[in-house]
C-alpha cells in the first residue's frame, strides 16, 4: 500500500481517536522490542512493551485498548494459558499474533482468540509492513465500525 | 471493495491487474490480518463478514480467483457457501480455515470446491505461501480460458 493511501484511511479514523493504532508486544528479546518501537515510531502508532506474562498481562487488563498483540508464548513467568485466558474474557480482542521459537502447546493457540503464529527464526523486518497493515485496518475497524478498504 | 476498471470477457468482469481473493470470516481481526498477507503477494482483496455477504459478492459479477473461507459464520455458515458454490458456473479455488476439529471437516478438502483446509491459528506463511500458489494457478487458468475464448 501507498504511504498516501494509508495516511488518508488512517486520518479519518484518527479523528475518532486521536491517539491512532495501538500494538502490545509481549517479548523478553529486547531486539524484537527494538524492532517494533522502531515500526511503531515509523508509523506513528503507539507501542507498549511487556517482558513478561504479569506485565502483559497488567496492560491488557489496564482498560487499553490495543489493535495488535504480538505475543512471545514462551514468556518468562508464563502460568499456562493465562494470555490467552485474559483475552478470551475481553469483549473488543486485538488481532493476535503468536511469536514461537518452537510449536507451542494446542491450550495456548486457541483459535478463537490467537489468530496467527510466526516462527521466531523469520525474518520478523521483512514482516514489519504486514504487521504495521493488521494494526492500522484494526484501528480503522475499531474507530469506525467498517472494515477498511484493501485494495 | 474493488474498484480497478475491470475489462468485460465473455459476459464476467475479468480484473485485468492480477489476481484477486475474497476474504469471508466472521472474525474482524482474521480479515485484515489476510488482507495485509494478500497485499504483501501483491493480490487485490475484497472482504465479507458473513456467508450472507460473501455468496452477495460471489454473484455480483465480480471474479475471484480465491475464497478464503471460514466454516462458522452468521447468516450463511461457510458449509452452505460451498454448497452454493457448486451451483455456480465461475468459481474461485477455496481454502478453508477454520478453529473447526477434524471430525467437523473430514472430507470438506475434496480438491473439486475446496483446494486446502488450514486450521486457526494459522501459520502466516504456510498461507501466504497456499495463497499464492492457489491464486496465481487459478488466475493463469483464468486468463488463458479467457482469451481463448
Known amino acids: 500500500m501507498h504511504d498516501g493511501q494509508r495516511s488518508e484511511r488512517v486520518s479519518g479514523a484518527r479523528a475518532r481517536d486521536v491517539r491512532g493504532p495501538a500494538i502490545l508486544v509481549a517479548d523478553d528479546d529486547p531486539a524484537i522490542l527494538q524492532l517494533m518501537n522502531a515500526v511503531c515510531r515509523r508509523e506513528s502508532f503507539r507501542c507498549d512493551t511487556a517482558r513478561d506474562v504479569s506485565e502483559a498481562l497488567e496492560k491488557l487488563q489496564s482498560g487499553e485498548t490495543y489493535d495488535l498483540l504480538v505475543v512471545d508464548v514462551m514468556l518468562p513467568k508464563m502460568k499456562g494459558d493465562a494470555i490467552v485466558a485474559a483475552l478470551r474474557e475481553m469483549s473488543a480482542r486485538p488481532a493476535v499474533i503468536v511469536v514461537t521459537a518452537e510449536p507451542p502447546s494446542p491450550r495456548l493457540v486457541d483459535g478463537s482468540v490467537v489468530h496467527a503464529m510466526l516462527a521466531k527464526s523469520t525474518d520478523l523486518l521483512a514482516l514489519t509492513a504486514l504487521i504495521a497493515d493488521v494494526a492500522e485496518a484494526m484501528f480503522v475497524l475499531r474507530t469506525t465500525g467498517s472494515d477498511p478498504s484493501f485494495t | ?149
Request: glycine fraction near 8%; charge should be negative.
Open chain 2, 1 to 149: 471493495m474493488i474498484e480497478d476498471p475491470d475489462e468485460l470477457v465473455a459476459g464476467e468482469r475479468y480484473t485485468t491487474s492480477g489476481p484477486s481473493v475474497l476474504i469471508a470470516d466472521d472474525d474482524p481481526a482474521i480479515r485484515p490480518l489476510i488482507a495485509a498477507i494478500c497485499r504483501r503477494a501483491g493480490f487485490r482483496c475484497d472482504t465479507a463478514s458473513d456467508g450472507a455477504e460473501a455468496l452477495a459478492k460471489l454473484r455480483s459479477g465480480i471474479v475471484y480467483d480465491v475464497l478464503v473461507l471460514d466454516l462458522m459464520m452468521p447468516k450463511v455458515s461457510g458449509y452452505e457457501v460451498i454448497a452454493t458454490l457448486r451451483e455456480l458456473a465461475v468459481r474461485p479455488a477455496v481454502i478453508v480455515l477454520t478453529a473447526q476439529g477434524p471430525r467437523q471437516t473430514e472430507g470438506i478438502a475434496d480438491g473439486n470446491i475446496v483446494h486446502a483446509l488450514l486450521t486457526k491459528p494459522f501459520d502466516i506463511h504456510e498461507l501466504e505461501s497456499l495463497i499464492s500458489d492457489t491464486a496465481e494457478s487459478k488466475y493463469v487458468l483464468r486468463a488463458s480460458e479467457s482469451g481463448g475464448s
